[in-house]
């Protein structure tokens, strides 16, 4: 099985796989890693380059080509998580089907002014900001014309970069939720992004599609954004019950090392409630492990001082 292909070439030796913690019979119960720090944000405050990233937000964009893989419920929750946790928070829909903005509370299909407006018409993306567990800048149905509407334009892969340097002191975090597929939205938020954050389902068949993501950032780092990295992959919808979802987990830690969060988003209803209601599912559901799993995730992303290349 070609996995392996997908190593970078700087990726160090796959380490041993560490046996999974509390994996017997377990009922819905985030894990959360012991060990000492991890990769993932870079904090507002490190220097980059020699600039001086102060109060800069972190971009984090969650891609994944595949289609139901909880890049949306991830975007979503980890953005309320970070907001729990005292940072600045900004989520962005770039996917036309709108569910991230859905699981806001809002409908797509009404809204005015959306991302369309600020990738094409470059309207200035505090106007489409919306206020509401975290702020966020909303979809509408039009987004769907916006690769066609952008690839007749100069800069066509910078326009979100663009866009967010109105925005990028205002927020600690920026959270892209790209659409399934690796198209210009995507490509757009691998350009102004610092890291890129993949949620894979824990099932063999999801774990090939990363093959082609690395590929296309890799693309994206040769042209257009050299530091753009896999900052970090979160396994989601786990069933720890099933040798299957285990061994998803070991082939990921044996090809990604270190980039696999420890924090595993198990397979729960809840996820798929909570956004009925316009609700995360720490609002929707506050003492849950299902919302605790995503405060999980927040703390390994904001423990992560040091973003190990992945180049
Ligand atoms: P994507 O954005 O990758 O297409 P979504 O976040 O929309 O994926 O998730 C797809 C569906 O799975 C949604 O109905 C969502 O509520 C549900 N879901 C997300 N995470 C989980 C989980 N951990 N367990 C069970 N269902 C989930
Ligand atoms: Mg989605």
Do not use: W
């Amino acid at each position: 099985m070609g996995l392996s292909r997908i190593l970078p070439r700087s990726q160090p030796p796959p380490e041993p796989v560490a046996p999974e913690p509390d994996e017997t019979d377990e009922p819905e119960v985030a894990t959360q890693p012991t060990s000492g720090p991890r990769l993932h944000a870079v904090p507002s405050s490190e220097v980059v380059g020699d600039v001086e990233e102060h109060a800069m937000a972190s971009v984090i964009a969650f891609a994944n080509q595949k289609g139901g893989v909880a890049k949306t419920t991830t975007t979503l929750n980890l953005g309320v998580a970070l907001k729990e946790a005292g940072q600045r928070v900004l989520i962005i829909d770039l996917d036309p089907q709108g569910n991230l903005t859905m699981s806001q509370g809002m409908n797509p299909d009404v809204i005015e002014r959306s991302m369309f407006d600020v990738l094409v018409h470059r309207v200035p993306i505090s106007d489409v900001i919306h206020t509401v567990e975290v702020d966020i800048a909303v979809a509408s149905i039009d987004l769907a014309g916006a690769e066609l509407a952008l690839s007749a334009l100069i800069g066509r892969e910078r326009a979100l970069e663009k866009a967010l340097v109105e925005v990028r002191d205002k927020y600690d975090y920026v959270l892209l939720d790209t659409p399934p597929s690796l198209g210009l939205l995507t490509i757009n938020a691998f350009v102004a992004a610092d890291g890129v954050i993949v949620p894979v389902q824990c099932e063999y068949l999801s774990l090939r599609g990363l093959v082609q993501l690395e590929n296309t950032l890799a693309m994206v780092r040769e042209n257009l954004n050299p530091a753009v990295r896999v900052q970090g992959i979160v396994p989601t919808m786990y069933d720890g019950r099933t040798l299957h979802a285990r061994e998803a987990i070991e082939i990921l830690q044996e090809n990604f090392g270190d980039l696999v969060f420890e924090t595993r988003i198990r397979k729960t209803v809840r996820y798929a409630e909570a956004p009925v209601k316009g609700s995360s599912v720490l609002r929707y559901d506050p003492t849950r492990p299902s919302a605790q799993a995503y405060r999980d995730l927040a703390k390994e992303v904001l423990d992560g001082a040091q973003a190990r290349e992945h180049a």
